[in-house]
């Protein structure tokens, strides 16, 4: 059988109550966000038909779930294909989404997971990139109100030692010169070539969980890992870039987290997650560091 990628895998292995479990913490930030905003009164969302009513109030302002929320709810307490990440995992990045409010979104990868990204983002901006221009337009007919976008990289997995021992030698992989990344054409790790959103939007969360980097020929997330640390450094808005990467435990990930998404920055690992938070670097502070990222 032709090995799929993780985020298309049905995972049957998996208990059928993480699905339950996910559609629990979804609800639950519907909740969290109700109770602090109401002081009293009940609380109650039901299911008629195919119709679905909040019925969350207070005496001067109400909280209304969105469509994509609800959908989100139903669809993962009705689903047996369950998210990658496991609750704790996902934890994580949700920690941050509930503490921020809306904020813009980066996903590297359009899969099983995407709905509830979107959803516990409810009011903010969530854009994803995927390599399979046909998985595209397999997941957007199911949920179209999801926003995603085919990218081709210019990388493969079994160049990823030779990209590491070489970058240095190009100035426009250098932390000061890599930046506009469209356009940015030498630097092989650049990702030159995405949607004028992403270079023209500010991202306050990145999760690189794609492209696939399990075989030799695939794209690997070199490229992601790079692009998301020029990006974090080049912030012209206040606080920090989070940049979430998914699947640590593999050689490539590992590696090139720790080469430009720094150690120091790095809050916190749960699983096969790390969580950092990059802070913008100005020109002086680039030209300290010269041609290292960390």
Same mark, same amino acid.
């Given at each position: ?29 519907? @909740? ?13 969302? *039901? ?8 019925? $969350?109030?207070?005496?001067? #302002?109400?909280?209304?779930? &969105? ?12 689903? /047996?294909?369950?998210? =990658? =990440? *496991? ?9 941050? @989404? ?19 990204? !979107? ?5 903010? #901006? ?14 957007? /007919? ?12 210019? &990388? ?6 030779? @990209? +590491? ?10 932390? *000061? ?15 030159? #070539? ?15 969980? !794609? ?26 808005? *206040? ?5 979430? +990467? ?17 150690? /120091? ?15 913008? $670097? #100005? ?5 300290? &560091? ?5």
């Amino acid at each position: 059988m032709v090995m799929m990628t993780k985020n298309r895998n049905i995972l049957s292995e998996k208990p059928w109550f993480f699905g339950l479990s996910l559609s629990c913490l979804i609800a639950g930030a519907l @909740l969290i966000t109700t109770f602090l905003k109401a002081d009293e009164g009940s609380r109650l969302c *039901s299911l008629t038909g195919t119709r679905i009513k909040s019925v $969350v109030a207070e005496k001067e #302002n109400e909280y209304v779930p &969105t469509d994509i929320q609800l959908q989100a709810i139903i669809h993962y307490a009705t689903s /047996k294909i369950v998210p =990658q =990440q *496991s609750i704790g995992e996902i934890t994580v990045s949700f920690d941050v @989404l509930q503490s921020r409010g809306p904020s813009n979104f980066l996903v590297f990868g359009l899969g099983h997971d995407s709905l509830m990204w !979107a959803s516990l983002n409810p009011r903010g #901006n969530t854009l994803f990139l995927e390599e399979d221009p046909k998985w595209v337009q397999t997941v957007l /007919k199911k949920a179209p109100q999801l926003r995603a976008h085919y990218v081709k990289y210019r &990388t493969q997995l079994r160049e990823a030692d030779d @990209l +590491l021992a070489t970058y240095k030698s190009e100035p426009k992989c250098s932390p *000061s010169k890599a930046a506009p990344l469209k356009g940015n054409e030498r630097c092989r790790l650049a990702l030159d #070539n995405l949607p004028a959103e992403v270079y023209e939007r500010e991202w306050d969360l990145i999760m690189i969980d !794609a492209p696939r980097g399990y075989f030799p020929e695939a794209p690997g997330r070199m490229a992601a890992i790079f692009s998301a640390a020029v990006m974090a450094r080049n912030r012209k808005g *206040s606080g920090v870039t989070h940049v979430f +990467l998914h699947d640590v435990d593999r050689k490539v990930e590992k590696t090139f987290a720790e080469e430009f998404l720094c150690r /120091k920055y790095r809050v916190k690992a749960v699983g096969r997650l790390w969580h950092f938070e990059i802070p913008a $670097v #100005n020109a002086s502070q680039a030209e300290d &560091t010269g041609a290292r990222f960390c």
